[in-house]
Structure formats: C-alpha cells, structure tokens
C-alpha cells in the first residue's frame, strides 16, 4: 500500500497539531469517497457524518441517526478504512455516535430524488430502507398454535405465485413476531429472486422521508422511487394514525402499487379498523387482502421458542449447563412477550458462562428476579377477582361481600390462592384487596386450596384454567 512510511503518526506532534492532520487526511478521502461512490450517494450519506477523531486503531465520528452510522459502516465501512490508511492514518475500527444535539432542521437530510438517482446509478437493488436483521429468517422462527396462520400467509406471499394476498396485514401486539415475519419474508424474495426490489421501513421512516421531500420540494422523487419498488414492507403502520398528509401519500403510494400488481405488506398492533386517527377510505383499504394476527404466545410456544434460542446460546456458550425444569419455568412465568424471553434466555446464558455455574431452577430466578417480578406485575389483583367472578357467574361485588356462602366463599378462596401464586402481594394487601380480610383468612383460603386442588378435580380445573386465562 503507498502507505506513509515515516508519516505524521510516526512523528511527535502536539495534539492540535496531530488533529488538524487527522481532519485534512479526512477532508482527503472525502475527495476521493466523492469521486468513488458519486456526489450523490456522497451527499446522502457521507456529509451528513462527522469526523471527530481518531485513537488506538478506533476512527469516532458522530452521525445525526443510528440508521446512518450503521449504513454508512456497513456499506461504505471497508472503503473509508482503506483510503484513511492510504491517507496515513491506519484504524482498524470506525464507530459512529449519534450526535447528542441535532438541530432538528439541520444535517440528516436525504434527498430523496439522489437516493433513487444512487439506485439508479448503481444499478443495485439496494434501497433506501431499514437494514434486514440476519437472523430474523424463516429458518429462525418457531411456529406454534398462536402464529401458525400468521406464518402460513407469510410463507405464501414470500413464495408470490397466483394466488396473492395483497395487500398482506400482520397485526399482533409488542414483541409477537411482526417484525421477524417481515424480515423473513423479505430475505425469502431476496433469495428466490436478487434483483427484486424490496423495500422494507417502519412507518415513521416513511414518514420522515416523506416529509424531507417536503422540505426539499421534492415529492416527485420521493413518489418516483416509492412506485419503483417491486414489494414495500411498511413496519408498524399504526404510527401514520392522525399524521393526515403522510397518511395522504401513504394510500396514494398504496394504490399506485396495488394498481402496479406490486406486493405490499403491512403490520401494526392492532386491526386496521381498530387504529383511531385513521383515515376510513384507507382502513378498508389495509383490509382489501388478507389479515391475519398474531396471537399471544402460550404456554407451548414459549417452551418451544426457548428451546429453539437455547440451542443457538449453546453454539456461543457450549460450557454452559441448564438444569432440568428451567426453560419450563421460564415459559410459565415470563410473559407473551418473546423480545423478553429472549432476554431473559440471553442473560443466563451470559451468566452461567460468567460464573462457571449449572443453572439451576434456584439460580434462574435469582438470576432473573427482577424480570419476574416485572413479569409478576401484570396480573393484577383486580384482574384476578373480575375473572373469577365471571368464571362463576358472581359480581365482583359478591367477592368481596362479607357473605360466607360457600357460592361464594369458595371463589373467593380461589381468588386469593391466585392472588398469592400469580402477584408478589403480601398477605394483609390481599387480604385487604379482597374486601378488607385478614391476613389469617388469606393464609387459610390458600392452604385450603392446596389441599382441595389434589382431591378435587373441579378445584384443580377451575384453578389451571383461570391461572391460564390470567396468564395469557
Ligand atoms: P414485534 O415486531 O411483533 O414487536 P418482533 O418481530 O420484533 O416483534 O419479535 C421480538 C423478538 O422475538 C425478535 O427478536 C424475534 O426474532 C423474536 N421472535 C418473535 N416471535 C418468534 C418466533 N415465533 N420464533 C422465534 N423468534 C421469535
Ligand atoms: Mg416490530
């Protein structure tokens, strides 16, 4: 490499002096990034990042969002390291910060109208979208009863054919696999065909270009690239619910690529008829083709996805040993939310490799105790009485009655028992919540239900099944 042998990182220099070197050398291979990569992709991408120094191998520079530190790294990463050390500065590594105070006017402006011209020029099928995550692939997702349908139309517009559902809307609430599912179907396409054009973003990016081309009066672009796309995927779609002219150009793009016969895929968190702020023509829209949710993951599902993760901790962790009941007890406690069981999984793994220690049932929930605790917070004592009132056609005023009927006193009971298995309340609060008992009534009504559960197969039903519903 033409290198800089005896050059300024060799010599002494003051640290001013050694700064302002280190910005002329970058002001160098920003002359030579223009002329390899094009003014256009240059001005997308490459003003909009600062350079702010350089130490121990490591290059820091400040970006005005995460999304364009990580492009810029991942597209453009290689290149800038090879001309910085032919510029006489050699770094191994290039991090990007999010700069702390970005006037919200200034800096991260795209145009769209150079985007699409980058797109153009390069001729790749690479769009200005979010990055794909790598492992959110078909092969990586677990199906079970809750998300079978799901990912049966998932599969199917991934594999395109006659039969289309377009467009395909995924609702489901936080952490259920929307996410994953698009991805997934996103590096189908790519896979079966590398020159689709598949754009993939969340709402919000839909928004904020949008309202760039605003800005840059510049909406023919912006409307240009959009309907160049062979599949757009638009991520949590409930976040254009009250945003009027976005939600404007969001059904005008819609129709174009409906017209086009292009797929498009959307999620949200809820149904489109239930997303208040939204406008009525485009609701009917979203429900034009197919709609399937997610449901919340039971009990099976959890089990199985955590099995499933369990084996790819074991390929960075092969010391580590789970002891038996642990991912049963994880899938039992820990909410519908897979993100957090993913976390919960990861973070024992980190853990039992750490300390070089089996991880039994004991340590997991010390491990753990303040993800089960959280997870403990959303049953609450109020949920607890209303489903057992109306699992035994009472009125929540019944339960908390003095009345000692066994009709009654019995669910009560089995309240209590819930409120204590299920919540981290004390006795006297339970006792209190449940119609100003004592602690000793509370004590009682929970042995007395232990009991009953092993004799009585009622007792056992009705308990499994409310603790279920609770649970859920
Ligand atoms: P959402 O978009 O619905 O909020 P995500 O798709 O981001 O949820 O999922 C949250 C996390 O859980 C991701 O890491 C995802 O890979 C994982 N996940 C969700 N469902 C499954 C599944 N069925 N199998 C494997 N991983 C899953
Ligand atoms: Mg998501």
């Given at each position: 490499?033409?290198?800089?042998?005896?050059?300024?990182?060799?010599?002494?220099?003051?640290?001013?002096?050694?700064?302002?070197?280190?910005?002329?050398?970058?002001?160098?291979?920003?002359?030579?990034?223009?002329?390899?990569?094009?003014?256009?992709?240059?001005?997308?991408?490459?003003?909009?990042?600062?350079?702010?120094?350089?130490?121990?191998?490591?290059?820091?520079?400040?970006?005005?969002?995460?999304?364009?530190?990580?492009?810029?790294?991942?597209?453009?990463?290689?290149?800038?390291?090879?001309?910085?050390?032919?510029?006489?500065?050699?770094?191994?590594?290039?991090?990007?910060?999010?700069?702390?105070?970005?006037?919200?006017?200034?800096?991260?402006?795209?145009?769209?109208s150079e985007a699409a011209v980058v797109n153009k020029a390069t001729g790749s099928a690479d769009l200005p979208g979010a990055p794909l995550d790598a492992r959110c692939t078909f092969d990586n997702f677990v199906v079970g009863k809750p998300n079978e349908l799901a990912h049966a139309a998932a599969r199917r517009v991934a594999k395109g054919g006659s039969v289309t559902f377009n467009p395909l809307f995924l609702y489901?609430?936080?952490?259920?696999?929307?996410?994953?599912?698009?991805?997934?179907?996103?590096?189908?396409?790519?896979?079966?065909?590398p020159n689709a054009r598949v754009l993939y973003l969340s709402a919000e990016q839909f928004m904020y270009r949008f309202v760039q081309a605003l800005r840059f009066k510049d909406t023919m672009s912006f409307k240009e690239l959009f309907r160049s796309v062979d599949v757009l995927m638009v991520d949590d779609v409930q976040f254009i619910a009250g945003k009027d002219s976005t939600q404007d150009e969001f059904f005008h793009?819609?129709?174009?690529?409906?017209?086009?016969?292009?797929?498009?895929?959307?999620?949200?968190?809820?149904?489109?008829?239930?997303?208040?702020?939204?406008?009525?023509?485009?609701?009917?829209?979203?429900?034009?083709?197919?709609?399937?949710?997610?449901?919340?993951?039971?009990?099976?599902?959890?089990?199985?996805?955590?099995?499933?993760?369990?084996?790819?901790?074991?390929?960075?962790?092969?010391?580590?040993?789970?002891?038996?009941?642990?991912?049963?007890?994880?899938?039992?406690?820990?909410?519908?939310?897979?993100?957090?069981?993913?976390?919960?999984?990861?973070?024992?793994?980190?853990?039992?490799?750490?300390?070089?220690?089996?991880?039994?049932?004991?340590?997991?929930?010390?491990?753990?105790?303040?993800?089960?605790?959280?997870?403990?917070?959303?049953?609450?004592?109020?949920?607890?009485?209303?489903?057992?009132?109306?699992?035994?056609?009472?009125?929540?005023?019944?339960?908390?009655?003095?009345?000692?009927?066994?009709?009654?006193?019995?669910?009560?009971?089995?309240?209590?028992?819930?409120?204590?298995?299920?919540?981290?309340?004390?006795?006297?609060?339970?006792?209190?919540?449940?119609?100003?008992?004592?602690?000793?009534?509370?004590?009682?009504?929970?042995?007395?239900?232990?009991?009953?559960?092993?004799?009585?197969?009622?007792?056992?039903?009705?308990?499994?099944?409310?603790?279920?519903?609770?649970?859920?």
């Amino acid at each position: 490499m033409g290198g800089n042998p005896g050059g300024w990182l060799g010599v002494n220099l003051k640290p001013y002096e050694t700064n302002i070197m280190m910005n002329d050398c970058w002001g160098r291979v920003c002359d030579l990034l223009k002329g390899d990569i094009g003014k256009d992709a240059f001005q997308n991408w490459i003003d909009p990042i600062s350079f702010l120094n350089a130490e121990l191998g490591t290059a820091y520079f400040s970006a005005p969002t995460s999304f364009v530190g990580t492009w810029v790294n991942r597209n453009y990463g290689d290149k800038i390291r090879l001309m910085l050390s032919r510029e006489g500065l050699d770094v191994e590594r290039l991090v990007f910060s999010v700069e702390a105070q970005v006037k919200p006017q200034a800096v991260t402006a795209v145009r769209p109208s150079e985007a699409a011209v980058v797109n153009k020029a390069t001729g790749s099928a690479d769009l200005p979208g979010a990055p794909l995550d790598a492992r959110c692939t078909f092969d990586n997702f677990v199906v079970g009863k809750p998300n079978e349908l799901a990912h049966a139309a998932a599969r199917r517009v991934a594999k395109g054919g006659s039969v289309t559902f377009n467009p395909l809307f995924l609702y489901g609430g936080v952490g259920l696999g929307k996410t994953h599912l698009m991805h997934a179907i996103a590096w189908d396409i790519k896979e079966r065909n590398p020159n689709a054009r598949v754009l993939y973003l969340s709402a919000e990016q839909f928004m904020y270009r949008f309202v760039q081309a605003l800005r840059f009066k510049d909406t023919m672009s912006f409307k240009e690239l959009f309907r160049s796309v062979d599949v757009l995927m638009v991520d949590d779609v409930q976040f254009i619910a009250g945003k009027d002219s976005t939600q404007d150009e969001f059904f005008h793009t819609f129709n174009a690529l409906i017209d086009q016969k292009k797929q498009i895929i959307i999620s949200a968190d809820r149904a489109p008829g239930e997303i208040d702020g939204l406008e009525d023509r485009i609701k009917s829209r979203l429900q034009w083709g197919l709609v399937v949710d997610l449901h919340p993951t039971d009990y099976e599902l959890r089990l199985g996805i955590l099995q499933s993760k369990a084996e790819m901790q074991y390929t960075h962790y092969p010391e580590v040993v789970l002891g038996s009941g642990v991912l049963e007890f994880l899938a039992q406690r820990i909410s519908n939310n897979v993100r957090v069981l993913e976390g919960a999984l990861t973070r024992l793994f980190a853990f039992a490799s750490l300390v070089g220690r089996e991880v039994t049932l004991d340590v997991a929930k010390e491990c753990l105790s303040d993800v089960l605790r959280a997870s403990d917070r959303k049953v609450t004592i109020d949920e607890i009485i209303r489903k057992v009132a109306d699992h035994y056609n009472l009125r929540m005023t019944d339960i908390l009655s003095p009345r000692r009927a066994r009709s009654v006193a019995r669910p009560r009971q089995v309240g209590m028992f819930l409120a204590k298995t299920l919540t981290s309340k004390s006795l006297p609060e339970i006792g209190r919540r449940f119609g100003g008992r004592d602690h000793t009534t509370v004590i009682h009504a929970v042995k007395r239900i232990q009991e009953l559960r092993s004799v009585d197969n009622q007792i056992a039903e009705d308990v499994e099944l409310l603790r279920r519903m609770l649970e859920a």
